[in-house]
């Protein structure tokens, strides 16, 4: 079936740095990608919608300069969170749709990234 | 703007109980309703519906959508403590198919 490898699982970085999260698509090609950000007993908030080769389309309220989201060949799309602080800290899932695609009706989902910043 | 409610929120039970998860919607340009599990880390995908009044099931699971009063119902029957999760709801929607996800439900089924 369909499977999306997003990397790195678990990340603690230092307050100012950047970090740069990947979703692969490993057997099909994402036409879409969708970005979201989960906290503690929360929801999963979509953060932004990028469609292969061209820009992403950021959610109202969040922040294009800092979670630049780049999607420039249909089996990969990263995310960067630019100068992270603390309160960026959360888990971040990618989640890829293929066009027609019948396997979870189009939708797979990566498994997650632990982002913690001190 | 767009509502996805699921209620109740938590909910305790014992194991062999039956649960219903609800959820309700207020979106724009519906395309179908889904449900997925969450435990430790990703959702797992259960269910989408699309139509009104067809029931879904897979094995102890399952679901039907109400398109008129808007709303959805998941059933778990004879539950099990590995039912213990995140169910969460989300309504797929418009010409780029987002997601728009509820709050979720969080299920804990004690022996």
């Known amino acids: 079936g369909a499977v999306v490898s997003q990397h790195p699982s678990r990340v603690i970085c230092k307050s100012g740095t950047s970090v740069k999260i990947e979703c692969r698509s490993l057997?099909?090609?994402?036409?879409?990608m969708f970005w979201y950000r989960q906290f503690p007993k929360q929801s999963l908030m979509l953060m932004a919608t990028?469609?292969?080769?061209?820009?992403?389309?950021?959610e109202q309220g969040v922040e294009k300069d800092k979670f630049l989201i780049n999607h420039a060949s249909l089996t990969l799309s990263t995310l960067t969170v630019t100068s992270a602080h603390p309160e960026d800290s959360s888990f971040y899932i990618c989640?890829?749709?293929?066009?027609?695609?019948?396997?979870?009706?189009?939708?797979?989902f990566g498994s997650g990234t632990r982002l913690t910043v001190v | 703007e767009d509502k996805v409610v699921q209620s109740p929120l938590s909910l305790v039970v014992h194991e062999g109980d039956t649960v219903t998860l609800n959820c309700s919607y207020e979106?724009?340009?519906?395309?179908?309703l889904l449900w997925y599990k969450q435990e430790k880390k990703a959702p797992t995908f259960l269910f989408m519906l699309t139509s009104s009044g067809i029931e879904k099931k897979s094995g102890r699971l399952s679901s039907i959508l109400d398109k008129k009063e808007l709303f959805s119902i998941l059933n778990i029957t004879a539950t099990q403590t590995g039912d213990s999760a995140v169910y969460l709801c989300a309504l797929s929607r418009g010409s780029n198919y987002k997601l728009t996800f509820g709050k979720g439900t969080l299920l804990t089924v004690n022996p």
């Open positions: 989640s890829a749709r293929e066009q027609g695609a019948l396997t979870n009706y189009g939708y797979t």
């Open positions: 057997d099909f090609q994402a036409t879409t």
């Open positions: 979106v724009t340009n519906f395309r179908s």
């Open positions: 990028s469609n292969e080769g061209s820009k992403a389309t950021y």
